[in-house]
């Protein structure tokens, strides 16, 4: 695939991540650091925070998690009432400390600072615009692209200037902009990635997901709309509408995979019902004689949940996760290699041995970690069968809205049917939720993007960037 | 609690550890380092393999979790083909690095290290009598007295002197000895923490639970028996008796909270199944109508399953854990003080709200904890009643044989009838497993130490060591 | 000074540093390390240096020496046949590694990077011009309007944009731009900072000083010239004359304090030279009866040997340095407080006891380093006469083009009297060298900036920029 | 030499090194942080600090120097009255953090730390009869054993313990025992290595040199004795004779090289006058025709000096040191390797051009390190002649008093006549210091050890130590 070649080299930064503001508390920086704690699981390559006292900007980042990342005496360092923080995905190689965010920097508005969740898709055109201008980059960030348009917009004020270059930039964005006296929350006309506004001890605060509220004990208002720029700053909230938006295209895969269960995002839902229901209707669709079923820990747990209680399958813990599985794991040499699944799934004998067992999985991407469990399931759990069971319809197509999948050509769907993909993972039986079913688990099934499904992709592409998909 | 003051001066290094040891394979260090890993959870305070090659014994060691401490670079320090390691729990305060096993010295022996899961019981009255014979102490750890009472031995070989050092020390000890060219295993004739014995790939590995096993592709023999000592060097596997056991006393708390579910322990027994069993005990013994139980995650997990097979009460998730809290976490100051509980568990309301729920946790220690999650159900989970079930009896007394707990008069349960912790907890019922219905889950129940539970400690202490129970 | 207050706000970044590039050794990055280390002087805050191999740059920068910088490992991350380094002068506070050199960006020229060894005098209209055409700025280093003007240039080649950026430009700048194919070095019109070139197997090299040649074993070929641009690439080296140079300013500082004592600058003049021979004026000029003359190590010696030779009152070490003193010294609290020069120089009683003594020093700057040496000599040094002599003129004015100076109000010898000084600084007898007993020592005195004794600033500033002087 | 060899293996740790000591001042940490300071040249290879309150020990060391060592943090982790510090003499290979001193343990005496300076001879057999008793080692040094020692000592008081070990002990020792309430100074009866005492603001202090109290401020009383034990605390100063002194052996090699030229040592006497004394001879023994005389700097510029007052040759200085070389400097590889002295060392052209030169330099060890000067200043410096004076003589035995010197087949003058050494050195001509030049410029020459240059050892080895000299 020509095409993801050159754009994984120029925007090789397109991951998941989580966004935290706050806006009017004297503790703005220590709540960002409980936000970005909440909101790890959106991103665990790097951590940043910028904070803001009125008319002095301090920013501290670095590789790693939150809690690596931050300690009392560098908190102490990001003093004021606003800040904004930003939690990376983890990313095989290429991760660098100049691609954490918050990205700051000066230009005519004084100090700005910018994290961003999502993913722009005619970057590779502005940043070319933007060098023949005379742009210099410091990195080959998509946010970077954010930060030079404000600089370069013709608008006298600052929200003049983010309204323009909102008319410029398409894809995934929900953006938080730190500026001295100020903070702007952006989200994307189709509403791709979730942002939430809330209210804590008199200020507000905005994050990715509600969970993030949930540990400080503020709020929940609404979401920020789609193509709703909000400007929060000493005169309270404002609302400005930034762009039209027609269609709204939610990350289905939120839902599926990605946010946290106990977090409601999209309009307040919550995210670990959904998922029940996913496997409600799975079991529906797919039924299959068994006497017990098992989750892949942690994210399948949910709808296996669903499925159980619609099949009436018993529920068992048949996998055990090892949660101290750190970023560092060394695949030792030799003798002892591969150990793939193993340093992070354990099968529990006594579950499984002679029986009939269910598997349920949010997703398969390449197929490969699935292999590994049906095969430990099967041989160190003794299962008389395994059925294999997915949450979600066949994944064929890669995201290019902010979050990190294989090319198609990874993709086991992709190329593959079913029946071969269950021939490849030995597994006795695969089903996978239909489109519809999935479908029907949503209260307004129009309002999601299911590109990574049907290959229908709502946000196009400038001609010279456009992905042969 | 006089006594508790002194002996926590002297020897207050007496937490719950991990051990893992291999004899004869080229990779030794490595697979240790796997072993580690996957014993993670029995210490995350800080970590430590020592290897040999036959002639040279290197040593590596520090703060952090195993995948913190070591890397490729530190691993190739580590050459030959035995190496034993340790995992130490996290403590707070007086945590420092000279603490962290294997410790090693060079003796009469030459090179010889140790890793010691337990607690001697005489281990004062032996570290004095040892200074008076001029020995001098780097630590306070009571496995430093091992070392000085092998280098004081009269016996002629290293396993003569090992025997003279078991009469000579009471208390738990699962213990590993690398010399130069030979592991030795010893348990104490308790048998109270566990020790397994495996095989992979030619060479003898043990560990102290059988998850270790799974992780690298070792197969499970037996269990190293309560005072026997293994040694293992290139004549291959010789078990000697090291002295007389008369009486078993597992920790039954390994079964209750401390060891992965899916590992056998004290015997082959299954961890999962056995807690599984005492959530089935739990739903006869108390019996409530409900809607909905939901674990503590994620130790809960398990009894839960078995209270809802007993019960016929739906199970469901209504408390999600934060799996990304680290060691730091920073607890903000004045006016969002006080995360407690929320930094790792957050309610999910769609779950609980206004139903009957059942919280089933493994235990109560201060009670702190639980009476914030009773009150996250009840207010965020918005339950209409809040009912806990704990699959323990009431821990009544601290453990003295290797499991870090508050003193006697920092557990609720020593102190307070049921229903004065019920008011306190603000639960609308409370009920905690019977004794009885604790044994009658366990196939031979006589061998078992429930101390914590009934104040009968199976191995004495010193007259001038006694503790004031 | 009002002005110096804002200057300092905004272009606070203005030290004397080290240079070094190299283009065509397939040890690039290496010869630049050891380029690095012999110019260590130059600049102990920070350290970088970027290599590239025709296509991909590399760099890797950090705080500290070089020789704690770079180890092998970070070198090897800098492959190539080309590279440039800068050292970085320290300075107390506002240090940061986002002002470590060289600076590097993407524009329209692909990858570039810049060392910069100098201080651009119309930094601030450039710098407000340049945000008004969009520029985000990183830093509040002038180099990097440099990089900005640059990427703005409309000319079509690198070259043409360079000689465009020359014309923008004002004040002090011995630079070298990094392209992914060539190496250039540029010398502004007045030559105030040293920059030669070399030769070393096959391949060109330029530094600030040629001791960074003597240590690689390169030999010297001619200095840069003022207002020269050197392009060196796969074709060989071509001189551009990138601006008319008028009159020559280059900075007598060099020769007085900064420059190594081996190496030679400004046309091949050796600096332990020229410093001799002002020893020799300052001795002919100031003439007292003395029975020992000692310089304050190190940059006092070779002045000393001058004066002893040319006055014949005998050299000795009556101060000795300790060169151990790190950058993080600790002054202790309360009543062991105050240490001043005493961490950096002790005094030899026998040399001095009884004696009449002259000190040699190269320069005064705010007086109070000087009073304690005289004090030290008195007291611990039991001197019956302390006669201080410096060898250069009093200095009136701070240094805008380059050298870290106080401002003029901090300078003692802007606001006192020769006699003043003497008294403050409790000396028997004081002399500085004549500015035309300086003159006198140099072959062309009228080529050399003479602003911090005599106030006549050869660079103007903008009007805007204008310092109070 | 097969002795060394095992030797090496065993007690390899048996550097020179500087200690500080200080009872009674309540900022105790930070005056032993400033003495250790103005002692780093006797050790860079790691630092200690150890301080007591009365009732608690706590220690800090790392490897590094003592500013990398300790920081703001690190020195308020020291409370108390009291402290003992250490520098670690740098080694290639073989260093490790448990080999950086004050060493400490528990014991009957309490907690017991300890700092050495000096060599034991004895210290192979005194480790063999206590591993027999039982002791375990956690190093190879030598110091361990005289804690082994103390903790073994019958006596009842800390002090006859101490005397008791004195009897036992063999070889050098100037040495600091910190007890809980207590700092004791011990020397040996040969007074191999300096100690002195001083006073400072009412409290005691002990260091190596007296350069450290002129840090502080602190007077000089007198030295410790050779034999003498003194004992510091509440009660103020007291003198012990531990052991018969018949005979001094003060290290000649200290004022030749080791220790700071502005310290007085071994009764007093400073040690820049002794170097300088030590050129006057060398000139008188070694007459030339010359036009300049040079340095090898630091070390040769007080003997240059003298040689210069004496035979009337210029002084002036042809070599450079450039003193930022770090302790990790890296070697590059292939074409440019090979830069042996030139990292530390360059030539000054302008003071040796054409003229007949004489460099004075303390000693000649393997003369790899000379040989590459006499080139440097032939070649790059176009001197006419080169004659290289030494102000030591010939150096032909390993020192095992606390110097690390190489084994005797190492060292140039072992086994090759002045001549031939002299054509090794391509130098014009060579000439040392005679014995008796060197025995002429010391007051009373027969209180010192001049073993290295004529193999006259004064301690003796037990029987199975007794190196092959």
Redesign the interface.
Known sequence: MHYRGSLDRIFEIREECGVFGVYGH??AA??T??GL??L??RG?EGAGICSSNGHTMCIEKAMG????V???ER?KRLPGNAAIGHNRYSTAGGSMLKNVQPIM????LGS?SLAHNGNLTNAISLRKQL????????SNSDSEVI??LI???KGSSAQEKFIEVVQEIEGAYSLLILLEDQLVAIRDPFGVRPLCLGQF?GAYVVASET?AF????ATYIRDVEPGEMLVINDNGLHSVKAIDSYKRAHCVFEFIYFA???SRIFGGL?V??IR?ELGKRLAINSHVDADVVIPVP?SG??ST?GY??QSGV????GL?R?????????E?????RH?GV??KL??????TRGKRVVIVDDSIVRGTTSKKIVKMIRE?GQAKEVHLRISSPCTIGPCFYGINTPTRSELIAATHQVEEIRKYLTADSLAYLSLEGLRSALPNPDDYCYACFNGDYPIGFPQEESPEL
Chains 1, 2, 3, 4 share one sequence.
């Not at 998690?65 to 690596?68: F, G, M």
């Not at 920097?105 to 005519?108: D, E, F, G, S």
């Not at 949930?214 to 004990?217: F, N, Q, S, T």
């Not at 090892?322 to 060394?330: A, E, P, Q, S, W």
């Open positions: 004297p503790e220590n709540l650091y409980l704690y909440a790890q699981h665990q998690l939150v809690s690596d931050f300690n009392e908190l920097a000066n230009c005519l700005l060098q023949q201008d005379g742009a210099i980059f410091q930060l030079h600089a370069h917009a001890d969970c949930d540990l400080i004990g946290r269960p106990d919550n670990h019902r029940k942690d747990v949910p949940i159980a209680e018993p529920f068992d813990f055990v090892n949660h101290y599985v750190g970023r560092t794991f060394i030792p040499k030799s003798s002892i150990f193993k340093i354990n099968a529990i004998q006594n579950v160190l």
